[in-house]
């Protein structure tokens, strides 16, 4: 068993008043403390003592709300654009790859339409009728006037 006891320390002639009054005003408690050293978190903490229950209780729930609404939102958001662009991805890309096959038999049928023409050209014929300036044309056929060479 415990007993207790009263205990009077000797203070050596210290008078109890004096033994709590300090001059000493540049401790080293007081001289450690910055207000540069004090981060932003640690100032809201120091709100919790001045700011009361039920108003910290009315921001906390509002600010909850507005995160979990925030949550919410950003996790719609990113379906809608996921369902986008795997839509977009599966219905136009075969459009696309068409369209770009259509255009190279476009391009193809230009260029051997031109190569006709060219070999046309060079055989002297415009459509069966012998070119003007050309080996075996009649000296007087008028130049076709729908056929002018590049550059001219």
């Known amino acids: 068993m415990v007993k207790l006891s009263n205990y009077q320390e000797d203070l050596d002639g210290v008078d109890s008043a004096d033994e709590y ?3 000493d005003y540049g401790s080293d408690a007081e001289s450690d403390y910055s207000v540069a050293d004090e981060g ?7 709100l919790k003592d001045i700011v009361a229950p039920e108003t910290r ?3 906390s729930s509002k600010v909850a709300s507005a995160a979990s609404f925030g949550k919410a939102a950003a996790k719609f958001l990113g379906n809608a654009a996921w369902v986008i662009s795997t ?3 599966i219905m136009l890309a075969p459009l696309v790859m068409e369209l770009e096959k259509e ?7 230009k260029e051997q339409q031109m ?3 060219s ?4 055989l002297g014929t415009q459509g069966g009728a012998a070119v003007p300036g050309m080996p075996g044309a009649p000296v007087g056929a008028k130049p076709a006037a729908s056929l002018v060479p590049p550059g001219f």
């Open 21 to 23: 009054q300090t001059t």
């Open 40 to 46: 932003l978190l640690d100032r809201i903490a120091a």
């Open 57 to 59: 209780y009315a921001i």
């Open 87 to 89: 839509t977009a991805l």
């Open 103 to 109: 255009t190279q038999m476009v391009m193809f049928e």
């Open 115 to 117: 190569r006709d023409q």
């Open 119 to 122: 070999a046309q050209q060079m």
